[in-house]
């Protein structure tokens, strides 16, 4: 992203320098000698955030036109950013541009995105404990659930996900459990990671044995996604991000519930299962 005056920002930004010439005073000849002596601009940069006396440098009378701000290395609030041009004038001394002053809004700790890749596999499903029951009313056994399940990972609830979060130099921890139903949870597992235009983006999957679950009677039991972000890979510095997550994202707010009718009787007609 492109820093902007009262723009909200994170991780890494860009500031572009632009400056030209408004003396038209000359001849033609001398404006071309004038542009060319003069064509050397330097500029000088300066951060500070708001209340604070102090400004840091970030580029001192230097011909470099295009800074890269990494938010990370501020704290969350708003800053002002300054800037201003000089070039040398073929009469000698320099020529100071006035103060250019913009105002932006650090938030390093924006909540990751969440979404679910796999809800067609179990969401509003009856679970059991040979398979699980589709809202159509199809039984599937456990070993045919789940397109990307690992070996153990298919008798239960395997949920895979997707995270998205634009802080870039952020970790995560995430736990998937049922709601009301004590010691029915999972870690989550991070499969990939890597960035992307400004964004980390991991996937992930979560998996509760049936014996978790299967050994009550429940309608609509909520599924709860719960991720929080950490300054560090030993996860011992929140960062102050968490989500907590009952949709299959924050665009596509159906719900993530399960059903449990583990002693149902199932006659399956024409079927191998």
Known sequence: PTVGDGR??????????????????????EIRDYVEQSRLVKYTLRIRKVGNATWTTLLDRSTQDVYYLNTQQYEDGTYEIEAKAENILPEGGPY????????????????????????????????????AMSPT????LYQD????????????LFVKLRLQDEDV??????????????????????????????????????????????NMVRENVQVVIDVQDFRDPGLTDPAGSHVVQVTV?????????????????????????
Do not use: C
């Open 8 to 29: 909200e920002v994170n991780g890494t930004v860009v500031i572009g320098l632009y400056s030209y010439d408004k003396d038209k005073d000359r001849s033609a000849s």
């Open 96 to 131: 100071v541009s006035d103060l250019h002053r913009i105002t932006i809004e650090i938030n390093n700790n924006r909540p990751p995105e969440v979404t679910v890749l796999n809800g067609n596999e179990w969401i509003n499903f009856y679970f059991g404990w040979k398979g």
């Open 169 to 214: 130099n952020q970790y995560h921890y995430g736990r998937v459990y049922l709601e009301g139903i004590s010691g029915a949870e999972a870690e989550i597992q991070w499969k990939s990671s890597g960035i992307s235009n400004g964004v980390i983006e991991r996937v992930g999957v979560a998996f509760i044995p049936k014996e978790k679950f299967v």
């Open 249 to 273: 994202s924050k665009d596509d707010l159906t719900l993530l519930i399960i059903n449990v009718l583990p002693n149902w009787n199932v006659v399956l007609v024409g079927s191998d299962r």
């Open 145 to 156: 659930m789940y397109a990307e399940a690992e070996e153990g990972q298919q008798e239960g």
């Open 137 to 140: 009313g199809e039984y599937i």
